[in-house]
């Protein structure tokens, strides 16, 4: 039996006013990478995933993080 395909949608839209931070949580360093990239590289390892699109709110499409993850490969960014 063929391996099914399998897409995920990995939202990072939010922007983290709970914390009274400026930067939303997701682009936070944790453990020498921000949150979104731990996410992404988690479900990057996974085999039986078949493509990854990650969507982000266009108000931080410019972060610096954003263009290290845009250059990974087979996950499409759509900016909202």
Same mark, same amino acid.
């Given at each position: 039996?063929?391996?099914?395909?399998?897409?995920?949608?990995?939202?990072?839209?939010?922007?983290?006013?709970?914390?009274?931070?400026?930067?939303?949580?997701?682009?936070?360093?944790?453990?020498?990478?921000?949150?979104?990239?731990? %996410?992404?590289?988690?479900? =990057?390892? +996974?085999?039986?995933? /078949?493509?990854?699109?990650?969507? #982000? &709110?266009?108000?931080? %499409?410019?972060?610096?993080? =954003?263009? +290290?993850?845009?250059? /990974?490969?087979?996950?499409?960014? #759509? &900016?909202?």
């Amino acid at each position: 039996m063929s391996q099914p395909f399998i897409s995920l949608i990995l939202l990072s839209g939010g922007k983290g006013l709970r914390m009274g931070s400026s930067l939303p949580k997701q682009y936070m360093p944790f453990l020498g990478k921000t949150l979104a990239w731990h %996410s992404l590289d988690f479900f =990057l390892k +996974r085999k039986e995933i /078949s493509e990854i699109m990650r969507v #982000i &709110v266009n108000y931080c %499409s410019n972060l610096l993080i =954003l263009q +290290r993850i845009k250059k /990974s490969r087979h996950c499409p960014l #759509i &900016v909202l």
